[in-house]
């Protein structure tokens, strides 16, 4: 297969209202035939959200914005173009464009087209139906800012167990009250 395939950089800059330094990021592979929508739905599995039901918009270089419209309810900026139909074929090397998740807490993604182009059997050992990410880097902050399963905001931090990982059921050696081996 030809070196046919977009590599592109995400990187996220920030969101729930703190700038993210150092920035993480991951590489995707995308072919010129996968939409922005598609493209949208990879990065946003790559960076951990589960709750895909926000409202997400791509404005490209030329000022150019690219959403799914049926999610807007005729109520999408003007001249945004359709995320379903708009291909990865319209970015070009080289070329710096954003991406933010959920309009409400802007988590906004600086993304950089590659130079080069890839050949997908040689970066992923396959050709995935759908945009992937093949490289990355950084501690992913929570989508809602949780830092841990219930937290409310207010509550403080649960206590760490005693004894390592002893409220863990002894399923590996190292887990559990007895730590076998």
């Known amino acids: 297969m ?12 920030s969101g729930h209202g703190a700038d993210l330094w150092p920035r993480p990021g991951r590489v995707f592979a995308g072919a010129p035939s996968h939409s922005f ?8 599995l790559a960076f951990g959200r589960w709750d895909l039901a926000h409202l997400h918009l791509f404005t490209l270089s030329d000022g ?9 309810d005729d109520e ?3 001249g945004t173009v359709d995320g379903h139909a708009t291909k990865l074929s319209r970015l070009q090397a080289g070329e710096r464009f954003a991406y933010v998740f959920d ?14 182009r890839i050949d997908p059997l040689d970066e992923l050992g396959e050709v ?16 809602y800012a949780r ?9 403080p931090m649960p ?13 590996l050696p190292w887990w559990g009250e007895r730590r076998r081996g």
């Not at 150019?64 to 807007?72: F, G, I």
């Not at 995935?128 to 989508?143: A, F, T």
């Not at 390592?164 to 399923?171: A, C, E, N």
């Open 2 to 13: 030809a070196r046919t395939w977009l590599s592109i950089r995400v990187e996220l800059v």
């Open 37 to 44: 929508a598609q493209f949208a739905t990879a990065i946003d």
């Open 64 to 72: 150019a914005r690219v959403s799914p419209l049926d999610w807007w």
């Open 76 to 78: 999408a900026p003007d």
């Open 103 to 116: 309009m409400g807490d802007d988590w906004a993604h600086l993304c950089t087209v590659a130079d080069k």
């Open 128 to 143: 995935p139906d759908l945009p992937v990410p093949y490289w990355g880097w950084g501690s992913l902050p929570d989508q």
């Open 147 to 155: 830092r841990w399963d219930g937290d409310d905001g207010e509550s």
């Open 159 to 171: 206590r760490r167990p005693a004894r390592g990982l002893s409220d863990l059921p002894p399923i």
